[in-house]
């Protein structure tokens, strides 16, 4: 370990036992990654986060005691440098985006293959974040600071045509619309003339944006309530 | 008539008391008046002077203008005594001179102070004039016409109007008069200003005041009950008003046109004042029938005919024929006949329709006929001729009964639009109501439908695709034909048809690009894996306005399809999709360079039209693309490789079938 470059510290929060044996699997097997920790509850978890820092954080949302959404926010709090990555099975919209908004900067796919999976570790740790169209495109309609596209119903949640509490600069609204026809990183990278790692950059920043807005929302939505004072 | 007798209830009765009280109230206060003035004058130096001297000479000109100076012993012919009031009766047969003049001297009692003293003479009444002389000087000459004079108007007349003049010993009263026509003379008073301007003013109040501020109001009441007819023409009780208040009006002028000549000739202002007379009573009757809803049709029409028979034959052109006063009296004797036929038919009426208000007003028109026949007594001096015209009179009754029904269906009218308001605002808030639950019972009844094809979308498509891989699958690993490996595959297969379905679920919007999008983010990972390098060259289409859950499974599961030839069998090592569009069509074609493929002419006849899409296979394919109203097609390229091509329509298929 020494004189070589650092080891990624992994931890894992998984309850399933053989996606659990699995993650495990695969991280051991990669030559640069180490699990720190592993745990399968949502306590243990929390307790685990408060003691050991660690790179790359795996959780999964389904947990026996409760929403792997608070491991999440509070690894984020807790660590800020630290990637946390959402495991799911469908990589479907609603999980995403609520881990998202939590703190999450990446996810994977369950039934991904063992190496896929250590290279999807290896690329959130080095600053880069997958996003699918469908997520670009609810992403688009919620911090777009023009005009939100008023059929798409994040936009109706987040109260239509009002103007979202954070904006996205034009490259970056670019950055979604190529990503919702389908471009890959590399694809829009060549297109924008910019290397794939300011692509990365760009998503990076997305993300952060939308943390940022549904905490503003959340505020927001508490002061019309009266929870909060002006 | 349906509103004006539902609307007497309590509280209009309790109204109608309180009227008859002060109408009770007014007429003690006028006796009072009338009793109280001579009460208080007999004790001053009044005289009230009821004998005169009176002298009858043919002769005399009622155009002629008077004497300065009249001498009572210079006349010729003997004086008679006569009592006051006295009335020269009517002579129906000519004389010989056109006119004939009386002469009336009255003897005042000796008076000692120089006070000024008035002659007042409540009543005249003659065809012609009269003049009054004062120890011999002339004193008052009667003005307007010679029919239309101030015969109703009390004579008030100074007789030592200048200072230093001694107390007046002998009026003289000069008549000049038709021959034939009468003349009447009342008592008279004479004293001081102050002591008789009391007796003159409930004269005046009487015989011409009061009808003429009656007729006046009712005038103005009628103009309104005009302007409510105006908007509400079926409702002639208000036409009927109007009109009654204008005849009214006309009627009441000769009580008080006094010494002013009328504005037009004499023979025009009889006429209309003779026939305005007959007219009112018929619009009263009328009224009165249109109280309730029975009607003599025969008999309106008769009086009608007759009236206007009557209103023809006196014009002043044809009146030729006659003397103004027998015409007159004709006319008046028409009219009277008319009024006592119809009051009796009406009043019989009224009685059999029950209608109060009806009953009411027939009733006193019945008074009409002793106060008719009172005042056509006056007219032609056949009573004393100090009494009092009473027609107006019955007619301001008449005219507050007419107020009366005219506010209750007035009043009834507005009630009825409150009433008819509330219900409409009850029927509406009904309306309203009934539209929501059957809003709500349609919209459920629309959620309930679209879960169900939801549900039956999802179950068709897990039965077909998912469901039937892991079937097969399950049979090959117990027959023992299928590895591990082969396990993984179908496994991962079943999961990206999954991840298919789930993604079919999220709103694309009509975005056929984000769908694709999608499809090649699922399918990366295995594009990659098989070293397939993928150029995607998609450009902006239109948006598809059909595409929702259902339909974008559809294109999902067809490019899905295409893929998973590609991969499998192409043999291929690039492929490139790129999409298009023309005026009807959106176009996505995947071409790639492998070995070539063209699907048997035998699958493509086995998709028979309308059968339904399900499963895998290419059969599957071009279902799902015909459930699109879509078209399918592989063309082999001519440097080897295939074009695959999926037209859609741009406009909403008629139905997407399943």
Same mark, same amino acid.
Not at chain 2, 393 to 415: E, H, P, S
């Given at each position: 370990?020494?004189?070589?470059?650092? *080891?990624?510290?992994?931890?894992?929060?998984?309850?399933?036992?053989?996606?659990?044996?699995?993650?495990?699997?695969?991280?051991?097997?990669?030559?640069?990654?180490?699990?720190?920790?592993?745990?399968?509850?949502?306590?243990?978890? +929390?307790?685990?986060?408060?003691?050991?820092?660690?790179?790359?954080?795996?959780?999964? *949302?389904?947990?026996?005691?409760?929403?792997?959404?608070?491991?999440?926010?509070?690894?984020?709090?807790?660590?800020?440098?630290?990637?946390?990555?959402?495991?799911?099975?469908?990589?479907?919209?609603?999980?995403?985006?609520?881990?998202?908004?939590?703190?999450?900067?990446?996810?994977? +796919?369950?039934?991904?293959?063992?190496?896929?999976?250590?290279?999807?570790?290896?690329?959130?740790?080095?600053?880069?974040?997958?996003?699918?169209?469908?997520?670009?495109?609810?992403?688009?309609?919620? *911090?777009?600071?023009?005009?939100?596209?008023?059929?798409?119903?994040?936009?109706?949640?987040?109260?239509?045509?009002?103007?979202?509490?954070?904006?996205?600069?034009?490259?970056? $609204?670019?950055?979604?619309?190529?990503?919702?026809?389908?471009? $890959?990183?590399?694809?829009?990278?060549?297109?924008?003339?910019?290397?794939?790692?300011?692509?990365?950059?760009?998503?990076?920043?997305?993300?952060?944006?939308?943390?940022?807005?549904?905490?503003?929302?959340?505020?927001?939505?508490?002061?019309?309530?009266?929870? *909060?004072?002006? | 008539?349906?509103?004006?007798?539902?609307?007497?209830?309590?509280? %209009?009765?309790?109204?109608?008391?309180?009227?008859?009280?002060?109408?009770?109230?007014?007429?003690?206060?006028?006796?009072?008046?009338?009793?109280?003035?001579?009460?208080? /004058?007999?004790?001053?130096?009044?005289? !009230?002077?009821?004998?005169?001297?009176?002298?009858?000479?043919?002769?005399?000109?009622? !155009?002629?203008?008077?004497?300065?100076?009249?001498?009572?012993?210079?006349?010729?012919?003997?004086?008679?005594?006569?009592?006051?009031?006295?009335?020269?009766?009517? %002579?129906?047969?000519?004389?010989?001179?056109?006119?004939?003049?009386?002469?009336?001297?009255?003897?005042?009692?000796?008076? /000692?102070?120089?006070? @000024?003293?008035?002659?007042?003479?409540?009543?005249?009444?003659?065809?012609?004039?009269?003049?009054?002389?004062?120890?011999? @000087?002339?004193?008052?000459?009667?003005?307007?016409?010679?029919?239309?004079?101030?015969?109703?108007?009390?004579?008030?007349?100074?007789?030592?109007?200048?200072?230093?003049?001694?107390?007046?010993?002998?009026?003289?009263?000069?008549?000049?008069?038709?021959?034939?026509?009468?003349?009447?003379?009342?008592?008279?008073? #004479?004293?001081?200003?102050?002591?008789?301007?009391?007796?003159?003013?409930?004269? @005046?109040?009487?015989?011409?005041?009061?009808?003429?501020?009656?007729?006046?109001?009712?005038?103005?009441?009628?103009?309104?009950?005009?302007?409510?007819?105006?908007?509400?023409?079926?409702?002639?009780?208000?036409?009927?008003?109007?009109?009654?208040?204008?005849?009214?009006?006309?009627?009441?002028? !000769?009580?008080?046109?006094?010494?002013?000549?009328?504005?037009?000739?004499?023979?025009?202002?009889?006429?209309?004042?003779?026939?305005?007379?007959?007219?009112?009573?018929?619009?009263?009757?009328?009224?009165?029938?249109?109280?309730?809803?029975?009607?003599?049709?025969?008999? @309106?029409?008769?009086?009608?005919?007759?009236?206007?028979?009557?209103?023809?034959?006196?014009?002043?052109?044809?009146?030729?024929?006659?003397?103004?006063?027998?015409?007159?009296?004709?006319?008046?004797?028409? &009219?009277?006949? #008319?009024?006592?036929?119809?009051?009796?038919?009406?009043?019989?009426?009224?009685?059999?329709?029950?209608?109060?208000? /009806?009953?009411?007003?027939?009733?006193?028109?019945?008074?009409?006929?002793?106060?008719?026949?009172? %005042?056509?007594?006056?007219?032609?001096?056949?009573?004393?001729?100090?009494?009092?015209?009473?027609?107006?009179?019955?007619?301001?009754?008449?005219?507050?009964?007419?107020?009366?029904?005219?506010?209750?269906?007035?009043?009834?009218?507005?009630?009825?639009?409150?009433?008819?308001?509330?219900?409409?605002?009850?029927?509406?808030?009904?309306?309203?109501?009934?539209?929501?639950?059957?809003?709500?019972?349609?919209?459920?009844?629309?959620?309930?439908?679209?879960?169900?094809?939801?549900?039956?979308?999802?179950?068709?498509?897990?039965?077909?695709?998912?469901?039937?891989?892991?079937?097969?699958?399950?049979?090959?690993?117990?027959?023992? &034909?299928?590895?591990?490996?082969?396990? /993984?595959?179908?496994?991962?297969?079943?999961?990206?048809?999954?991840?298919?379905?789930?993604?079919?679920?999220?709103?694309?919007?009509?975005?056929?690009?984000?769908?694709?999008?999608?499809?090649?983010?699922?399918?990366?990972?295995?594009?990659?894996?098989?070293?397939?390098?993928?150029?995607?060259?998609?450009?902006?289409?239109?948006?598809?306005?059909?595409?929702?859950?259902?339909?974008?499974?559809?294109?999902?599961?067809?490019?899905?399809?295409?893929?998973?030839?590609?991969?499998?069998?192409?043999?291929?090592?690039?492929?490139?999709?790129?999409?298009?569009?023309?005026? !009807?069509?959106?176009?996505?074609?995947?071409?790639?360079?492998?070995?070539?493929?063209?699907? %048997?002419?035998?699958?493509?006849?086995?998709?028979?039209?309308?059968?339904?899409?399900?499963?895998?296979?290419?059969?599957?394919?071009?279902?799902?693309?015909?459930?699109?109203?879509?078209?399918?097609?592989?063309?082999?390229?001519?440097?080897?490789?295939?074009?695959?091509?999926?037209?859609?329509?741009?406009?909403?298929?008629?139905?997407?079938?399943?």
């Amino acid at each position: 370990m020494t004189g070589g470059p650092a *080891l990624i510290r992994v931890a894992l929060v998984e309850d399933d036992p053989r996606v659990h044996a699995s993650l495990a699997a695969a991280i051991a097997a990669a030559p640069d990654m180490t699990l720190v920790w592993a745990e399968t509850t949502r306590a243990a978890a +929390l307790a685990a986060v408060e003691r050991l820092a660690v790179d790359v954080l795996l959780v999964d *949302l389904g947990l026996p005691d409760g929403s792997g959404i608070d491991v999440i926010r509070t690894a984020h709090q807790r660590w800020p440098a630290c990637n946390v990555m959402v495991s799911t099975i469908f990589g479907d919209e609603m999980h995403v985006v609520q881990s998202i908004e939590a703190g999450a900067r990446g996810y994977l +796919l369950k039934d991904s293959p063992a190496s896929t999976m250590a290279e999807e570790i290896r690329r959130l740790h080095a600053g880069g974040s997958p996003i699918s169209p469908l997520i670009a495109r609810l992403i688009l309609a919620r *911090l777009r600071s023009d005009a939100p596209a008023p059929d798409v119903p994040a936009a109706r949640e987040t109260g239509g045509a009002a103007k979202p509490a954070v904006s996205m600069s034009p490259r970056e $609204t670019e950055v979604l619309e190529l990503i919702t026809k389908g471009f $890959t990183y590399e694809e829009i990278a060549r297109r924008l003339g910019v290397t794939r790692h300011t692509v990365q950059t760009f998503v990076r920043r997305i993300y952060a944006k939308l943390e940022v807005g549904s905490k503003i929302e959340a505020i927001n939505a508490a002061r019309e309530q009266g929870l *909060l004072g002006p | 008539m349906p509103p004006a007798s539902r609307a007497c209830s309590g509280p %209009d009765r309790a109204r109608r008391g309180l009227a008859l009280r002060w109408a009770v109230a007014l007429a003690v206060l006028f006796v009072w008046l009338g009793l109280a003035a001579p009460l208080r /004058a007999a004790e001053m130096a009044v005289q !009230h002077i009821v004998r005169a001297s009176m002298l009858e000479v043919p002769g005399g000109d009622v !155009h002629a203008r008077p004497p300065r100076h009249a001498d009572a012993a210079a006349l010729p012919g003997t004086w008679q005594d006569v009592d006051l009031p006295h009335q020269a009766r009517r %002579d129906w047969g000519a004389g010989d001179q056109p006119y004939v003049t009386r002469w009336f001297r009255l003897t005042l009692d000796d008076v /000692a102070t120089p006070q @000024e003293r008035v002659l007042y003479l409540p009543r005249w009444q003659t065809i012609g004039v009269v003049t009054v002389y004062a120890d011999g @000087e002339l004193r008052f000459q009667s003005r307007g016409g010679v029919v239309w004079n101030s015969f109703n108007m009390p004579l008030w007349v100074t007789l030592n109007p200048t200072a230093g003049e001694p107390p007046t010993r002998e009026v003289l009263i000069r008549v000049v008069s038709q021959t034939g026509a009468g003349a009447g003379v009342s008592s008279a008073w #004479v004293g001081p200003r102050e002591e008789l301007v009391g007796r003159l003013r409930v004269r @005046e109040a009487l015989q011409s005041q009061i009808p003429f501020m009656a007729s006046a109001a009712f005038l103005a009441i009628g103009l309104f009950a005009l302007a409510v007819w105006a908007r509400h023409r079926d409702d002639t009780a208000y036409l009927l008003f109007f009109v009654a208040s204008v005849l009214f009006f006309v009627r009441c002028l !000769h009580y008080h046109t006094g010494q002013r000549t009328p504005l037009i000739p004499e023979a025009w202002f009889g006429w209309i004042t003779v026939n305005s007379l007959g007219w009112l009573l018929l619009c009263v009757y009328f009224f009165a029938f249109r109280l309730h809803e029975r009607r003599l049709p025969w008999l @309106e029409r008769g009086a009608l005919a007759v009236m206007a028979l009557s209103t023809v034959l006196t014009l002043p052109g044809w009146a030729s024929w006659g003397r103004a006063d027998v015409i007159t009296s004709a006319a008046y004797g028409v &009219q009277f006949v #008319v009024m006592l036929v119809v009051t009796l038919a009406a009043l019989w009426m009224s009685w059999r329709s029950g209608s109060r208000l /009806a009953i009411a007003v027939s009733a006193w028109n019945v008074l009409n006929i002793p106060v008719g026949l009172h %005042d056509w007594m006056l007219q032609h001096l056949l009573i004393s001729v100090e009494g009092i015209y009473l027609l107006p009179y019955t007619g301001i009754g008449l005219f507050f009964l007419f107020m009366l029904v005219v506010f209750q269906r007035y009043t009834g009218a507005l009630a009825e639009a409150r009433g008819a308001r509330a219900v409409l605002a009850q029927r509406l808030q009904t309306r309203e109501a009934e539209l929501a639950q059957s809003y709500a019972r349609l919209q459920a009844i629309a959620r309930e439908q679209m879960v169900g094809q939801e549900r039956q979308r999802l179950m068709q498509d897990m039965h077909d695709g998912l469901g039937s891989s892991l079937m097969s699958a399950l049979h090959a690993v117990e027959l023992g &034909q299928l590895d591990e490996q082969g396990v /993984a595959q179908v496994l991962r297969e079943c999961i990206d048809d999954l991840k298919l379905a789930i993604d079919s679920l999220e709103p694309v919007q009509t975005d056929l690009l984000l769908l694709l999008a999608t499809l090649r983010f699922r399918l990366e990972p295995r594009l990659q894996g098989s070293g397939l390098a993928l150029e995607w060259a998609v450009e902006d289409v239109p948006p598809l306005p059909w595409l929702e859950p259902r339909s974008a499974l559809h294109v999902l599961r067809i490019f899905q399809e295409v893929f998973t030839n590609v991969i499998k069998h192409a043999r291929a090592s690039r492929v490139r999709v790129s999409t298009m569009h023309d005026a !009807h069509h959106v176009i996505v074609r995947v071409e790639d360079n492998g070995a070539g493929f063209e699907p %048997d002419a035998a699958v493509l006849a086995a998709v028979a039209p309308g059968s339904a899409p399900r499963g895998k296979g290419l059969g599957n394919l071009l279902r799902r693309a015909a459930a699109l109203r879509g078209h399918a097609c592989w063309t082999r390229l001519p440097d080897g490789g295939t074009r695959f091509e999926l037209r859609l329509p741009r406009e909403a298929p008629l139905t997407v079938a399943d």
